[in-house]
T-cell receptor
């Protein structure tokens, strides 16, 4: 079974631009979570989607948004990019949402660099 | 808010030796799960081991085992017979109810040949 895939793997953008990252979960997985990883802040939760509905949202500004499609694929968008948005963005999928099925499988990440 | 603390930013171990990585967490919940994730230089996060809070028995996965002390809110990872491929960042993480995973800051493990 194919793992979680993320596209693109690397991205360079300029301040003020916007970016869209994509995540395809493992087949059959319906929950997708997004995390931002930086050397200073570590791994921080962005949001989680299940059945096309946002179930949880982390403490990030409104410039960060996401959505999930009917096939469980998810996208996250960052508008008006700032230098501090440079990070590794990780996507993780799991079968269901909530404590009952708890194992999350991570993708390889998208390295975003904002110049 | 739930927090996860990894007090050792860096650790090193000789090949074939045993190393223990520490993790403490803070929660008022009684039902939760704890995890150790490994992130090698390739950056793909891999689940190493998980522990259900309601289980008293410590989880083991081959060379990896945990020491789960619920009352002390401690969840350490022991790696036996360390191998060069064990070199990575190790993250302790916690989840409860419908809240997302909360990660510690990580411990960078080096394995010396």
């Amino acid at each position: 079974k194919a793992g979680v895939t993320q596209t693109p793997r690397y991205l360079i953008k300029t301040r003020g631009q916007q970016v869209t990252l994509s995540c395809s979960p493992i087949s059959g997985h319906r929950s997708v979570s997004w995390y931002q990883q930086t050397p200073g802040q570590g791994l921080q939760f962005l949001f989680e989607y299940f059945s096309e509905t946002q179930r949880n949202k982390g403490n990030f500004p409104g410039r960060f948004s996401g959505r999930q499609f009917s096939n469980s694929r998810s996208e996250m968008n960052v508008s008006t990019l700032e230098l501090g948005d440079s990070a590794l963005y990780l996507c993780a999928s799991s079968l269901e949402w909530g404590l009952r099925v708890y194992e999350q499988y991570f993708g390889p990440g998208t390295r975003l660099t904002v110049t | 808010a739930q927090t996860v603390t990894q007090s050792q930013p860096e650790m090193s171990v000789q090949e074939a030796e045993t190393v223990t990585l520490s993790c403490t967490y803070d929660t008022s919940e009684s039902d939760y799960y704890l995890f150790w994730y490994k992130q090698p230089p390739s950056r793909q996060m891999i689940l190493v081991i998980r522990q259900e809070a309601y289980k008293q028995q410590n989880a083991t996965e081959n060379r990896f085992s945990v020491n789960f002390q619920k009352a002390a809110k401690s969840f350490s990872l022991k790696i036996s017979d360390s191998q060069l491929g064990d070199a990575a960042m190790y993250f302790c993480a916690y989840i409860t109810g419908n809240t997302p995973l909360v990660f510690g800051k990580g411990t960078r493990l080096s394995v010396i040949a």
